[in-house]
């Protein structure tokens, strides 16, 4: 508003034509500003256009139509991307209009749907977890979990080769760390990569109560023919697969459970794993079930305090990797684009990173976490004080008191896949973080 102020007192001291030429504004505008000169100054500087200024909506109904929509998909917990705004806008505009002239007008670009959010109030959201909305509703639902582990160690009697755990982790094409050592007072801190930190590979890593690590089993994003080849040529190590976006699906959780766990046993196994989505479709707990497996299902929200991998596991193993990709940036051969830039690593040596990375933890620790997260642990409750998240100090610890209290339960009611019903906000919770946000949208922060 200043600046319009200064525009149109050069203009009445001078002309119009002299103000345009002179502050680079269309001579237009200035006589748009001296028409409103007094609503111009009685308003407060700090703002840039007055009241009902600025581009008006192209269709109030598409936008109460396309509001509605939001909120109902968040008062399902469900993800909301902008490009998902975009894609909704458009296709509600196009039902609304017929003519195909007509719907050429609308695009719903990346500016309109910006504009749209803050004209209704949204903004780009970090995800909250259940641990951080409700720690006694958390605790209780570790409880259940932990009495359905065990009222299953009770009938099935597992061995310690019976008890598995397993979790997807996302490795990164590009992994530059956040930090470095740098000059202190230094105004910039810049760090080399290839350009290619949001290409990503789904890990999934397994392991059973007595220290054993199954293979490691790797998704790529694409690349069909490559991922066959390394397939073939690690597959005493590992098994490689490709999918269209580089995560776990219904088709590949079973390949996993044929090739990883192995379809024939003489006991019944346990498995525990969260509540991803594909972890729970009739195909997969059927091939589970021919399988002599049964199902322990992490509730959403608690897998940082009671899931072996994120407990235990995921930090070194990515750690470790961490310190290969660093090797290989600073010392290794790299190839380049036409253009220059460098080429992103190659997936032979991901692969080869995994493999060692997953040697690299101790069987002692993969047992430890076991027993750490409820797993193993003797059935009567005496080894109680070993479940981590129940340690005192910790955000859980009156679980301990809690859990005790509910063995005099431990023979009463029937077997139940779940104690508790899967809702979205557990799938949620589940869904591998790079889930969360489209390629297209904020590196990190985007939930509306």
Known sequence: MEFKKQVVIYAEANSNRSAASHFDVEP?????????????????????????????????????????????????????????????????????????????????????CEKFMRRHGFSLRRKTTTAQKDPAYMVDRIVAYIMHVR?????????????????ETPVWNDMVSNTTVEKTGSQEVNMKSTGHDKVRVSVCLAGKADGTRLKPFIVFKGAKRESKSLHEEFHGKCSVASSANGWMNEELTLQWSSE?????????????????????????KKSLTKSKIESAI??????????????????????KIQEYYDDWLANGKHEYTNAGNMKPVPRRFIVDWVIKSWQAIPAETVAKSMKACGLSLAVDGTEDDLISCFKEGKKCD???????????????????????????????AAAPAFNIIEEDDADDDIDI
């Not at 009770?154 to 755990?165: G, L, P, R, S």
């Not at 992490?298 to 750690?319: L, R, S």
């Not at 008191?401 to 979205?424: C, K, R, T, W, Y």
Request: glycine fraction near 6%; include cysteine.
């Open 28 to 112: 237009k505008r200035v006589r748009e500003w001296k028409k409103d000169i007094d609503k111009i100054k009685a308003t407060k500087s700090k703002r840039q256009r007055l009241d009902g200024g600025g581009r008006k909506c192209i269709d109030a109904d598409l936008e109460e139509d396309l509001v509605h929509w939001v909120y109902e998909k968040r008062s399902k917990m469900l993800h909301v991307s902008r490009k998902m705004i975009m894609w909704k806008a458009k296709s509600i505009f196009d039902e609304k209009n017929e003519d195909p002239a007509v719907k050429d007008t609308f695009i719903a670009s990346r500016g309109w």
């Open 298 to 319: 992490v509730p959403g929200g608690c897998t940082k305090y009671i899931q072996a991998p994120d407990v235990v596991w995921n930090k070194p193993f990515k750690g």
């Open 151 to 167: 009222r299953l160690q009770k009938q099935f009697n597992f061995h310690d080769t019976d008890i598995i755990a397993m979790d």
């Open 398 to 428: 009156c679980g301990r008191a809690l859990l005790q209290a509910q063995m005099e339960n431990l023979n009463d009611g029937s077997l139940h896949e779940n104690p508790f019903d899967i809702v979205d906000e557990d799938l949620i």
């Open 260 to 284: 990883i766990l192995g379809q024939f046993s003489f006991r019944k196994r346990l498995l525990a794993w969260d509540s991803y989505e594909a972890h729970l479709t009739d195909d997969v």
